[in-house]
């Protein structure tokens, strides 16, 4: 069974910068493609940025120029260092992990939460 576990969040002042990480467990096979995830109360989780294991990135119009992420190759690990944090950034991030050969499917950690203080 692959687990995916969060790590990095905190209170961080706006300006600032954080580093968040995952790492999904369970398995050897290589995950399609890892992301990151916001959750904002009230509001539809939404893609913040995503890496496929071809390192191909894609990054939110609000992200973009400020987070990067990052994956070991062959790994199923995945960093996302945010700078500059803006007021308008916090929420519960989340990773996901996506297989297209067993275990396929998509996997979901615990979340984390990242509040900016202005």
């Known amino acids: 069974q692959v687990q995916v576990v969060e790590s990095g969040g905190g209170l961080v002042q706006a300006g600032g910068s954080l580093r968040l990480s995952c790492a999904a467990s369970?398995?050897?096979?290589?995950?399609?493609?890892m992301g990151w995830y916001r959750q904002i109360p009230g509001k539809q989780r939404e893609l913040v940025a995503s890496?496929?294991?071809?390192?191909?990135?894609y990054y939110a119009d609000f992200v973009k120029g400020r987070f990067t992420v990052s994956r070991l190759r062959f790994k199923n690990t995945l960093s996302l260092q945010m700078d500059s944090l803006k007021p308008e950034d916090p929420g519960a991030y989340s990773c996901?992990?996506?297989?297209?050969?067993?275990?396929?499917?998509?996997?979901w950690g615990q979340g984390t939460q990242v509040p900016v203080s202005s």
């Open positions: 369970g398995t050897l096979i290589g995950a399609k493609t």
């Open positions: 996901n992990a996506r297989f297209i050969v067993e275990p396929k499917g998509h996997y």
């Open positions: 890496i496929t294991n071809r390192d191909d990135s």
